[in-house]
């Protein structure tokens, strides 16, 4: 995953975006921004748990902190996107408050559909 996570995302969007050791170890990550084109809108590109972590709350955790960083900047909702064959990402987000409509063909290209999620905060 190194190679989708360019340092400009921790530099430039320090602080939206978050990072989580446990005993100097990277348990997990969030990498989110507050839209350019949306004053109420926050986005989140991409969040990661290492696998050892899965099921501790980090995921739900990072989540929170991302929340309230978009909430203090006045955005009102926070959207990402995923596979609709990943039924873990679509779940775990349904589980913490995020809607989803129907794929979108093609969203990121020819063959590469999506699933847009948003929450509301």
Known sequence: MVDMLPRLFFTHFRDTS???ERGGELAGFLVGLLSQSDAEGSYVHFVGVSPMERGS???RELYERFFAAARSHGRRSVSCVTSPANEGSLA???AIGFESGP???DYDG???DRVVLTRRL
């Open 18 to 20: 978050l990072v989580a």
């Open 57 to 59: 709350g980090l995921g």
């Open 92 to 94: 775990f987000h349904r």
């Open 103 to 105: 794929p979108q063909a």
């Open 110 to 112: 020819p063959g590469e």
